[in-house]
Nanobody, 121 residues
Framework: QVQLVESGGGFVQAGGSLRLACAVSGGTFSSYAMGWFRQAPGKEREFVAA?????YYADSVKGRFTISRDNTKKTVYLQMDSLKPEESGIYYC?????????????????WGQGSQVTVSS
């Protein structure tokens, strides 16, 4: 059974940085497309970043967020710099072996429990 466990969320002031990690157990990590999504209260889940053979970013985070993966540690990371208050929410990592549209949450069949990120103004 494949499990995804996020860590690294927390509280930070606007302009600050956080690094999220998502550790994957089970399955073949190196074959997975890995994505990060976030959901703010009262809003729909939105794509943040993804990686498989290359990296993908939402326009709103380009230049500030960096997704990376370590296949030996079976972990994907999201480095978030210059955070904004409107980026507060629960951040989820997701995995899939077969991804039709890497930026779409519906393409992923494995999800972590989420990690809370709060950015104060």
């Amino acid at each position: 059974q494949v499990q995804l466990v996020e860590s690294g969320g927390g509280f930070v002031q606007a302009g600050g940085s956080l690094r999220l990690a998502c550790a994957v157990s089970g399955g073949t990590f190196s074959s997975y497309a890995m994505g990060w999504f976030r959901q703010a209260p009262g809003k729909e889940r939105e794509f943040v970043a993804a990686t498989r053979w290359t990296t993908y970013y939402a326009d709103s985070v380009k230049g500030r967020f960096t997704i990376s993966r370590d296949n030996t540690k079976k972990t994907v990371y999201l480095q978030m710099d210059s955070l904004k208050p409107e980026e507060s929410g629960i951040y989820y990592c997701a995995a899939s072996e077969r991804v039709r549209t890497i930026v779409a949450g519906t393409s992923y069949d494995k999800w972590g429990q989420g990690s809370q990120v709060t950015v104060s103004s």
